[in-house]
């Protein structure tokens, strides 16, 4: 897009927020549903560019994708009216007569950038609880999921006009532009290098961002968890869209006693899930290109195979449980982000939170056990963006329940409540009666006054 059409575009966005229509709740219930009916309407163009960028299957494609967003909307339309209205909050008796308010109000034009593992999921429910919240938003979409790029700026120009909701399609050329222009907000999801550059950009405007990023997330299972179910539930979690989630297990850290029978159960449950041979099962994801699948191939190289670790040269990697790794192995250095899962063993729980509190804070940590003390311990002793005891990936399904990192792994949350509350600003306002004006805070000061005030504000 040319400098001088963005430009344009954003002067639109911000003459519309200034007329005060977004605030409306009839507009924002409108906006809601009519994107409900929208992604409703092309829900099978969706499904379809989700195969073509991922090899999603359509019900994979609707469960992890559409079925969430139309969630999220069904929940800020149920909830609207409760969530945008003022909050009454004590008033101090130093303030009588008066009322103390919490008064929502949006930031205005919203930048929302969203990667490509989840594009319809990470583009549209952002895009849901700004538009709850009463915002305008300008929607960045990701240049390496290019079909559901397309569908997605065909159901917002289906849905909108561009001085209310718009998209921008492109690369890194295109987020760079938009990140030279001033925002009220800026939303953004992806990887921690661009999430620092995101963040030195807002610096200069100071405007406030949400980085949902990613990090190596940690699955404990110590000797007393249902080996079976954890297994099953590890294997979904870790290789869902060709493991290319990011609050997938991304290492497994096991109870030396009973890594093995483990291990039995893993395999066991990745070749019902995805039969004897997944690099043709139509129902396992793709690697997203090229280069990424070069990456985690090499990942795998050096180190101890234990199950998978086939590739087919282009977009599909086997499901690949790596043993005997070492904690200062390159897979260990960084966040695969693909259908590859480090195995480590430890011998007492403390050693485990040793070795994930010595890395950064991630954005999910799983725990499998059936003891009540170890929840306690590692819940209370780690520090993570979100996780689940004896399940993977699920917490982040829940409108009820804020997503969001902590540390290196982002900052701020959204879904559900806490969506609505990331797009708006909660202004502070005393609303103080004039039929009575008490003297003891104006001059001059008297001891009997002094005394007053103590009493007051002790």
């Given at each position: 897009?040319k400098?001088?059409?963005?430009q344009?575009?954003?002067?639109?966005?911000?003459?519309?927020?200034?007329t005060?229509a977004?605030?409306r709740?009839?507009?924002?219930?409108?906006?809601?549903?009519?994107?409900?009916?929208?992604i409703r309407a092309?829900?099978s163009?969706?499904?379809?560019?989700?195969?073509?960028?991922?090899?999603?299957d359509?019900?994979?494609?609707?469960?992890?994708?559409?079925?969430m967003?139309?969630?999220?909307?069904?929940?800020?339309?149920?909830?609207?009216?409760?969530?945008?209205?003022?909050?009454?909050?004590p008033?101090?008796l130093?303030?009588?007569?008066?009322r103390?308010?919490?008064i929502?109000q949006p930031?205005?034009?919203?930048?929302v950038?969203?990667?490509w593992n989840?594009?319809?999921m990470l583009?549209?429910?952002?895009?849901v609880?700004?538009?709850a919240?009463g915002?305008t938003?300008?929607l960045?979409p990701?240049?390496a999921?290019?079909h559901t790029?397309l569908?997605?700026?065909?159901?917002?120009?289906?849905c909108?006009p561009q001085k209310y909701?718009?998209?921008?399609?492109?690369?890194r050329?295109?987020?760079?532009q938009?990140l030279?222009?001033?925002f009220?907000?800026?939303?953004f999801?992806?990887?921690?290098?661009?999430?620092?550059?995101?963040l030195e950009?807002?610096a200069k405007?100071?405007?406030p961002?949400?980085?949902?990023?990613?990090?190596k997330?940690p699955?404990?299972?110590d000797?007393?968890?249902n080996?079976?179910?954890a297994?099953?539930?590890?294997?979904?979690?870790?290789f869902?869209n060709?493991?290319?989630?990011?609050?997938?297990?991304?290492y497994?850290?096991?109870q030396?006693?009973?890594?093995e029978?483990?291990?039995?159960?893993?395999?066991?449950?990745?070749r019902?899930?995805?039969?004897?041979?997944p690099?043709?099962?139509?129902?396992?994801?793709r690697?997203?290109?090229?280069?990424?699948?070069?990456?985690?191939?090499?990942l795998?190289?050096?180190e101890?195979?234990?199950?998978?670790?086939l590739?087919?040269?282009?977009?599909?990697?086997a499901?690949?449980?790596?043993?005997?790794?070492?904690p200062k192995?390159p897979?260990?250095?960084?966040?695969?982000?693909?259908?590859?899962?480090?195995?480590l063993?430890f011998?007492?729980?403390?050693?485990?939170i040793?070795?994930?509190?010595?890395?950064?804070?991630?954005?999910?940590?799983?725990?499998?056990?059936?003891?009540?003390?170890a929840k306690r311990?590692?819940?209370?002793?780690?520090?993570?963006g979100?996780?689940?005891?004896?399940?993977?990936?699920i917490?982040?399904?829940?409108?009820h329940?804020p997503f969001g990192g902590?540390?290196e792994?982002?900052?701020?949350?959204?879904h559900g409540r806490?969506?609505?509350?990331?797009?708006?600003?909660?202004?502070s306002v005393?609303?103080?009666?004039?039929w009575l004006d008490?003297?003891l805070?104006?001059?001059?000061y008297?001891?009997v006054g002094?005394?007053?005030l103590r009493l007051?504000?002790?």
């Amino acid at each position: 897009m040319k400098e001088e059409d963005l430009q344009k575009l954003l002067q639109q966005q911000r003459t519309f927020f200034a007329t005060g229509a977004t605030q409306r709740l009839s507009l924002r219930r409108w906006a809601l549903q009519k994107l409900q009916a929208g992604i409703r309407a092309l829900e099978s163009q969706l499904l379809d560019a989700l195969r073509l960028d991922l090899g999603k299957d359509p019900c994979e494609g609707y469960m992890t994708e559409i079925g969430m967003v139309l969630g999220e909307i069904r929940y800020q339309l149920k909830y609207l009216e409760r969530f945008a209205a003022p909050r009454r909050v004590p008033t101090p008796l130093a303030q009588f007569p008066g009322r103390s308010l919490r008064i929502p109000q949006p930031y205005g034009n919203v930048l929302v950038i969203s990667p490509w593992n989840y594009p319809v999921m990470l583009s549209l429910e952002p895009l849901v609880d700004a538009l709850a919240a009463g915002n305008t938003v300008l929607l960045k979409p990701s240049d390496a999921s290019p079909h559901t790029s397309l569908v997605l700026q065909k159901l917002i120009g289906m849905c909108f006009p561009q001085k209310y909701v718009a998209v921008v399609t492109g690369g890194r050329a295109e987020n760079q532009q938009l990140l030279d222009q001033k925002f009220d907000y800026i939303f953004f999801t992806g990887g921690k290098t661009v999430g620092r550059v995101v963040l030195e950009k807002a610096a200069k405007h100071l405007t406030p961002v949400t980085l949902e990023l990613g990090g190596k997330s940690p699955c404990i299972v110590d000797a007393t968890a249902n080996l079976d179910v954890a297994a099953r539930r590890i294997v979904f979690g870790k290789f869902l869209n060709g493991g290319q989630t990011c609050v997938a297990p991304d290492y497994l850290l096991v109870q030396e006693e009973v890594k093995e029978p483990l291990l039995r159960h893993m395999a066991r449950w990745i070749r019902r899930f995805y039969g004897a041979d997944p690099l043709n099962n139509p129902q396992y994801g793709r690697i997203v290109n090229q280069k990424h699948y070069d990456r985690l191939m090499g990942l795998i190289q050096g180190e101890q195979v234990f199950l998978g670790g086939l590739g087919n040269g282009r977009d599909r990697i086997a499901p690949t449980i790596l043993t005997g790794v070492s904690p200062k192995s390159p897979i260990m250095q960084e966040e695969i982000f693909g259908p590859i899962l480090p195995v480590l063993t430890f011998s007492h729980l403390e050693q485990a939170i040793a070795f994930v509190n010595r890395r950064p804070k991630p954005l999910a940590l799983y725990l499998f056990t059936e003891s009540p003390a170890a929840k306690r311990r590692v819940l209370s002793a780690c520090s993570f963006g979100g996780g689940c005891v004896n399940d993977t990936i699920i917490h982040l399904a829940s409108s009820h329940l804020p997503f969001g990192g902590v540390g290196e792994s982002g900052m701020g949350a959204y879904h559900g409540r806490a969506g609505f509350d990331t797009f708006t600003h909660w202004r502070s306002v005393v609303d103080k009666g004039t039929w009575l004006d008490l003297p003891l805070r104006y001059p001059p000061y008297t001891k009997v006054g002094q005394a007053l005030l103590r009493l007051f504000l002790q």
